[in-house]
Structures are given as structure tokens and as C-alpha cells.
């Protein structure tokens, strides 16, 4: 369908990419997508090395088309023992309520890829076709030794700051996140002031303003949202919450029972549940999370130690408001299919609608 430099680099026909999604996407997702022409994702930041090598190998038993992997490279949390304890302390009577107790002392749950040797040891011996990055950048060394393995990079960026740092730093495309998309906001650092600028104007921005491709992602569920960012100048389009409900997703049945209700419609960024903004259904760990400041919650991914804590417990009386639900703001046009049909459906859809 598309003759664009980059998608033809990678090896891919149509101009889509799965949005890697952790906890949520799957091997099976993955290969699905990429089968059916377009790029499939995996999520291998909340795993280890050993983790992420036997993801990979599932997905390539599936199929041999391209495919990403997505790696978190945020800034390593620094624990502060006095704010923790105070979290642990404001959540302990949600805990009460369903007989729980949280745990004693909170711990940095996953290890980002800025720090992590052993992760890319692994992917310079497997070599995925595509790497990308999340919460940032790693170091220049690091760039060197992927981009030496013959793998392309793909980076998320929220602002044009962002997007000139990742290009400088020498990835292949910037992935624009516009406010509108559901997951964690990829913004480099939480603490900073963020212009939340939409897919549209931040995909037609950093089009003007870069020499490296540009991929939108945020808001687009189907093949008019694609090509309404492919004309403002992006190569493809990176579609997350449209797979949330796709047989292939791991989101469980509350989860997606929740995505075909009223909730959908309402999605809000949340920063109580993991320590970094995130967007998603508005559920009862959103309104807590409303009425606490930033300031309070510990760092990602030390808060989500507990939030882990909490929502297992809920669940165990039965109770699914404390979920890390992400979502966009297109949920409520979610459709629920098998990946491969639905990525069948917006090849189509982007046919009729060019």
C-alpha cells in the first residue's frame, strides 16, 4: 500500500504500528499484526532479559515478519524512604477495606533499559527488526551498539524538545505521543511543564521541524484517523487502545467491559497508580489519584509497587476499580475482533478514505 523509505526499510506494506503495550499487548498480538502487513509490538520493560528473549522467541515462532520491541528508558527512581512510607500509610485504609495489609516497604519493580546491560546484550544478539524507547532515550553507547546490530529505532516524544533530543541522539523515527493517547505519557521528565500538545499538532510540528520520520500515535482508531495524520506529513500511524479489545489482548474481562461502557468516554491521566502520568479509565484508584498532588507520589516505578499491591488485593474481594486500565481518548470507538481482522479493516478504511 505505501512506497514510504522507512516502512519499506523495515519490511512492512501498510502504514501501521500496533503500539507496544505492557501487560496488554502479546506475542500472539504481535504476530498477528505483522502477518497481516503491518508492525507488531511487544512490551518487554516490566521483564528481564531472559524475559524479553523468551517473548521474542514466541513471537518469532509465529511468524517471521518484523516486529518491535519496546523497552522503558526512564530516569532510575531514587527511593525516598519518608514519601513511601507516607504513600504506604494514605492507601493503608483502602487496603483495610478489603482485609489486606499493604507491604511493608516499596521497591523499584522494573529496571530501565538505561541501566540494564544484560537487556542489551539480548537484543544485540537477537536483533529484532525494530527498537523503541519509551520515558526517553538511552545513552549514546547504547544507541551505537543497537544501531550497529542493524536494528532500526523508533523513539516516543511529546514535544519538539523531546523529538530533537532523540533525532540528535540518532534514532531512525520519532513516535509523536499527542495528549489524546491512552498509556503512560512519554514525556522525558514527569516533574516537568508539559504543553500537552494533541497527535495533530505535535505530528505537523515535528514534521516541519525534523529531517527523520515522524509516526503519529494517539487518538486514531480507525483508517480516517490514519490517513488524517499520514496527510499532515507522518509515514504511519500507532494505534494502542484499538487493540485493547482484540482477541489477542490480555486485558482482562473487566477491563474490557469497562472499555465498551460510559467510562470510555471519560478517560484522565493518572499518576497515583504507577508514579508517572498515564492515561486511562476513570475508576476508583483515578479518583483517589485526583485528589492527590504529584508531589506526593512516589517515583515510577517504585509507586507502582503498591499500586500492584492494592489492586491485587481489590481483586480478591472482587472489586476492579484499582486496575491500570489504559485507554485513549478514541476508546469508545474500540472494536472487538481478532488483530489480524481489524488490521485488515483499516487497510481498508485508509484505502476508501485516500
Known amino acids: 500500500m505505501m512506497g514510504d523509505p522507512l516502512l519499506a526499510r523495515i519490511g512492512i506494506r501498510l502504514p501501521i504500528v500496533q503500539a507496544p503495550m505492557a501487560g496488554v499487548s ?35 515462532a509465529r511468524t517471521e515478519a518484523p516486529f518491535n520491541v519496546n523497552l522503558f528508558c526512564h530516569r532510575p527512581a531514587v527511593p525516598n524512604p519518608a514519601k513511601e512510607a507516607a504513600w504506604i500509610e494514605r492507601l493503608r485504609p483502602v487496603f483495610a477495606e478489603y482485609g489486606a495489609e499493604p507491604p511493608a516497604e516499596l521497591r523499584e519493580i522494573y529496571r530501565s533499559f538505561v541501566a540494564d546491560d544484560a537487556m542489551l546484550s539480548m537484543l544485540v544478539e537477537e536483533r529484532p527488526r525494530v527498537v523503541s524507547f519509551h520515558f526517553g532515550v538511552p545513552p549514546a553507547p547504547v544507541i551505537g551498539a543497537l544501531r550497529e546490530a542493524g536494528i532500526i529505532l523508533f523513539a516516543s516524544a511529546t514535544s519538539l524538545d523531546e523529538a530533537r533530543a532523540a533525532a540528535d541522539a540518532g534514532v531512525d523515527a520519532i513516535v509523536a505521543q499527542g495528549w489524546e493517547a491512552g498509556g503512560h505519557r512519554g514525556v522525558f521528565d514527569p516533574d516537568a511543564s508539559d504543553d500537552r500538545l494533541g497527535t495533530m499538532a ?45 482477541d489477542e489482548s490480555l486485558a482482562n474481562a473487566p477491563y474490557r467491559a ?68 489504559w485507554a485513549g481518548q478514541g476508546a469508545p470507538l474500540a472494536r472487538s475482533m481478532a488483530a489480524a481482522r481489524l488490521v485488515e479493516m483499516l487497510a481498508a478504511e485508509i484505502e476508501r478514505a485516500r
Open 258 to 325: 469497562a472499555m465498551t461502557g460510559d467510562a470510555a468516554r471519560h478517560t484522565t491521566m493518572i499518576r497515583a497508580i504507577s508514579g508517572r502520568p498515564a492515561r486511562g479509565l476513570p475508576n476508583r484508584f483515578a479518583a483517589l489519584g485526583a485528589t492527590v498532588h504529584p508531589s506526593d507520589v512516589p517515583d515510577y516505578p517504585i509507586a507502582y509497587d503498591l499500586g500492584k499491591a492494592l489492586n491485587a488485593a481489590a481483586i480478591a474481594q472482587g472489586e476492579h476499580g484499582f486496575g491500570a486500565q
Open 202 to 246: 505535535l505530528t505537523r510540528m515535528l514534521v516541519a521541524a525534523l529531517e527523520v520520520p515522524v509516526i503519529a500515535a494517539g487518538g486514531m482508531m480507525d483508517g480516517q484517523g490514519i490517513v488524517a495524520a499520514l496527510d499532515l506529513g507522518a509515514v504511519a500511524a500507532q494505534l494502542g487502545t484499538a487493540f485493547v479489545t482484540t
Open 26 to 60: 502479546s506475542p500472539a498480538m504481535a504476530a498477528a499484526v505483522s502477518d497481516s502487513g503491518a508492525l507488531g509490538s511487544i512490551a518487554v520493560g516490566a521483564t528481564d532479559a531472559d524475559g524479553a528473549r523468551a517473548m521474542i522467541a514466541e513471537v518469532r
